[in-house]
């Protein structure tokens, strides 16, 4: 295993249009994050899984965006009407448990920009 | 709600200088916190922790030490490498609460090592 993979690298899409992100998690991995990350800041909390299920979404997280992890494997990031502001690095992370020692494995991530 | 607040950068230094990098936190609680690092071109990778209060994590020659009276968990370094060339960050998760755990990251900091 080699790692949290994500794929595409980079993304240019024009505003209005969807896009969609996979990543795929370490594989015996359980749990499985999203973050955004815009320019000179750092990573912010967007959803998470614990297997298949959705067991939070912050805020950020508005009703354009969809995630979904049907096997409990890979996920998907949707964002769909894409907006100016929606330009970003999208992470994705990847543990076992959730204890104090866990250590969150990420990929290299998705920059998306929008045009 | 929960925060981290880092010094910041970009910082510059020579080799073999001395670093330090301020971190503080606010937080309700006894959160565990760590030092993930960027390297150019990577995804973030942790570079230490620490778990409870008075705890020193320590890895590839830095350490951080948890200091709860001050809330600051500032990473330190005595002689720093043009390899040690990065963006650093400080975050925070309470592993014993909720069930995402996620992490809450600082703005970060950048750091260039001249030869």
């Known amino acids: 295993d080699t790692g949290v993979s994500q794929d595409p690298r980079h993304k240019i899409t024009k505003r209005g249009q969807n896009v969609t992100f996979r990543c795929d998690p370490i594989s015996e991995h359980n749990r499985l994050y999203w973050y955004r990350q815009t320019l000179g800041q750092g990573p912010e909390f967007l959803t998470y899984f614990q297997n298949e299920a959705q067991l939070e979404k912050s805020r950020l997280l508005s009703d354009r965006f969809s995630a979904e992890r049907p096997k409990g494997s890979f996920s998907t990031l949707e964002i769909q009407r894409t907006e100016q502001g929606d330009s970003a690095m999208y992470l994705c992370a990847s543990s076992t448990g959730g204890g104090p020692d866990t250590e969150a494995f990420f990929g290299q991530g998705t920059r998306l920009t929008v045009v | ?115």
């Not at chain 2, 006894?30 to 922790?49: A, T």
């Not at chain 2, 650093?88 to 014993?96: D, E, I, K, M, V």
């Open chain 2, 1 to 115: 709600g929960d925060s981290v607040t880092q010094m910041e950068g970009p910082v510059t230094l020579s080799e073999e200088a001395f670093l330090t990098i301020n971190c503080t936190y606010t937080a309700t609680g006894y959160p565990s916190l760590f030092w993930y690092v960027q390297y150019p071109g990577e995804g973030l990778q942790l570079l230490l922790k620490a778990t409870k209060a008075d705890d020193k994590g320590s890895n590839k020659g830095f350490e951080a030490t948890y200091r709860k009276e001050t809330t600051s968990f500032h990473l330190e370094k005595g002689s720093v490498q043009v390899s040690d060339s990065a963006v650093y960050f400080c975050a925070l998760s309470f592993p014993f609460s909720g069930s995402a755990r996620q992490l809450t990251f600082g703005s970060g900091t950048q750091l260039t090592v001249l030869p």
